[in-house]
């Protein structure tokens, strides 16, 4: 079992819809939680950080994490077909550096 | 100047090459890092510096080395790679050293796209 499982998708939605993606975990331990943006063939995109649990909100994205579900989302209210991307998990349980990524899944917003 | 650059974009190199990717930023950011990430697959953490010193090695074969010249710049050589090396090497940094959390905020660069013939 991978450390971090996310379904790879793809996630096909029409624009302005509302989008959830999750990413669900085994390591009781992890505490700071990232989401990433990867357009095609260039470097993940930074949309959220967030420590521990509860809400993060930023413009059109929250991010969620429950730790007594070892479950994360993310979401997207009003997508547009520009947020047409991968869209990466990732976590860690300590400050190493060494990030524990999802598989990431796959977003199709078609207009 | 908030964002991480990287030369070459893309790079063609023999099995006998030697080659150096490069990285660049000027944000102040403590560590610097590179990944490897193959087609349809998440990042894989290479290397990691923090204050210019070599703090993880992923076990990375010997025909990668990484250079942290300054705190500015890391270089990664690479010399006799093997096709199934051909990916694409991001590199990465954060504000924050590897005695925070928030080293794992972290920013990536757009990627040298590798092959090895």
């Known amino acids: 079992q991978k450390e971090v499982e996310q379904d790879p998708g793809p996630l096909s939605v029409p624009e302005g819809a509302i989008v959830s993606l999750n990413c669900t975990y085994s390591n009781s331990a992890f505490q700071y939680f990232m989401w990433y943006r990867q357009y095609s063939r260039k470097g993940p995109e930074l949309l959220m950080y967030?420590?521990?649990?509860g809400n993060k909100e930023d413009g059109r994205f929250t991010a969620q994490v429950d730790k007594s579900s070892k479950y994360i989302s993310l979401f997207i209210r009003d997508s547009q077909p520009s947020d047409s991307a991968t869209y990466l998990c990732?976590?860690?349980?300590?400050?190493?550096?060494?990030?524990?990524f999802g598989q990431g899944t796959t977003l199709q917003v078609k207009p | 100047d908030t964002e991480v650059t990287q030369t070459p974009k893309h790079l063609v190199m023999g099995m006998t090459n030697k080659k150096s990717l490069k990285c660049e930023q000027h944000m102040g950011h403590r560590a610097m890092y590179w990944y490897k990430q193959k087609a349809k697959k998440p990042p894989e953490l290479m290397f990691v510096?923090?204050?210019?010193?070599?703090?993880i090695n992923e076990s990375v074969p010997s025909r990668f080395s990484p250079e942290c010249p300054n705190s500015s710049l890391l270089n990664l050589h690479l010399h006799a790679l093997q096709p199934e090396d051909s990916a694409l090497y991001l590199c990465a940094s954060s504000q924050a050293a590897l005695t925070s959390g928030r080293a794992n905020e972290q920013f990536f660069g757009p990627g040298t796209r590798l092959t090895v013939l």
């Open positions: 990732a976590m860690n349980p300590g400050n190493t550096g060494k990030l524990i």
């Open positions: 510096y923090s204050y210019e010193k070599l703090s």
């Open positions: 967030t420590y521990s649990s």
